[in-house]
């Protein structure tokens, strides 16, 4: 777990670097207009975007609702549906965000719906890799759900490709499986099935030609 006193160490820290960010690139962090800059992005990097250092997916965090039409249960298969994905990229620094989609096969184990959204969040508000981020939140869930079988797709768009003029691909799809949904062909086609069905979320769509 990260000290406040750490934090707060950090944190004044960051906002030197803020400042001289911005000079670097050639403006001037002594103008009135970002007079508050530092602080705000010295902040949200912080609290928000690389929050997810030092968590553990199984403590309390931010309550997210997941919508219960996100939430699709057959007899051989359960999905979870829309999650919000919000990271950023290793590479630029900039963030990519999408949605995740999670199906396993029912287990024993009760896991809360808000309590997906939670894994996918602790592992994202850190430097990620779409790539690595989808395997990390398969690894923790395939273990947690104790499943005997595990789906995890992500669908992201990268600002990173839209905001520097790179056309395609705009948005990225990782997929992972785990047990049975990587042996069994026909049921990883079931809960592809159920994915396809699903509209994503309208903040994906005005991206869409
Ligand atoms: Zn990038």
Redo the contacts with the bound molecule.
Sequence with gaps: MVSEEDLSDRFEKLKNVVRDFIKLIGDNPDRPELKDTPERVARMWLWELASGYGKDPDEHLKYFYVNSANYISTNRLVAILNIPVRSI????L?P?YGNAYIVYVPSNEVFGLSKFARVVDVFARRLQLQERLTEEVADYLFEKLKTEGLLVMIEAI?T??LIRGVEEPLSMVTLTTRGELSTDIKLREEALRIIRTRKPRKSLWFLKP
């Design positions: 990229c290793e590479h630029h900039l990519f990268h990173c490709a």
